[in-house]
């Protein structure tokens, strides 16, 4: 019921109030947080402005070397709709695994990027995961992955790291507009092209996950998510980010 109300609401429309997440110009309201450095160390330049888009660029990397990457905005968000258009090009690093092939992500519900450890790869959050065509199979964008969290689909909670949608398979080289759905009673929808691909709810940090454990435990003890803070990510293939805004559903 749930599911069929958000897909006949559809993605929010422009007249309503959104907020710029970036300005266009500058990484302002941004840090940074790569594997191996500390919270705003990004030596390489991984993440910079071009093109009034935010880049995910490799061009001072020889190898990636796990140096997996994530630009967290400056404030958490519990309640919102979010949109954003992205683009992969160019090539991927040439020690990346075939999975980081046209691969990235949008991170919300994310911990704070002061409490990720300095060589943690991902943090603990679930991700939107944005996909490019890498072969000629299907390869869904929208789908689900969960770093240190679990969801219910269905009424059965999900142990799955990744979570297939039901969105197409998109080439690179193109913009490709999607947008994320949180709502207060914990239901999440994922858009690609305006339409839904994936609804699930109940999301909770998972116990069996050594990040994970650190933040329940700066929780009290708690599992349920309501909210968090939103990445970007750096997975091993360039790709833009443009048009992020984020509309308050509180």
């Known amino acids: 019921m749930a599911a069929a109300a958000i897909a006949a609401a559809g993605p929010a429309t422009a007249r309503e109030a959104w907020k710029p997440l970036f300005d266009g110009k500058s990484l302002a309201g941004w840090t940074a947080k790569i594997t191996g450095e500390d919270v705003g160390n990004d030596p390489l330049g991984t993440f910079r402005v071009e093109g009034g888009a935010i880049r995910v660029s490799y061009d001072r990397y020889e190898r990636f070397a796990g140096r997996f990457g994530h630009l967290a905005y400056r404030l958490p968000f ?17 020690d990346v695994e075939p999975w980081q092939h046209s691969n990235s992500g949008i991170m919300f519900h994310g911990q704070a990027p002061s409490t990720m450890t300095r060589d943690q790869q991902f943090p603990v959050s679930l991700e939107f995961q944005l996909n490019g065509a890498d072969g000629p199979k299907p390869r869904p964008s929208g789908n689900l992955c969960t770093p240190g969290t679990n969801v219910v689909i269905g009424g059965k909670l999900e142990t799955e790291h990744c979570i297939k949608s039901g969105g197409p398979t998109l080439p690179n080289g193109r913009w490709i507009k999607a947008e994320l759905e949180v709502r207060k ?4 929808t994922h858009w690609i092209e305006g339409k839904p691909v994936l609804t699930y709810s109940a999301p909770q940090l ?5 990040d994970a454990r650190a933040v329940i435990h700066r929780a009290g ?30």
């Open 78 to 94: 519990s309640a919102y709709r979010l949109r954003f258009e992205y683009r992969f090009d160019g090539a991927y690093l040439p």
């Open 185 to 188: 009673n914990g239901t999440i």
């Open 206 to 210: 998972d116990p069996a996950d050594s």
């Open 221 to 250: 003890g708690v599992l349920a998510l309501s909210g968090g803070y939103l990445y970007l990510q750096s997975e091993g293939h360039p790709i833009s980010f443009r048009k992020i805004a984020l509309l308050p559903l509180e």
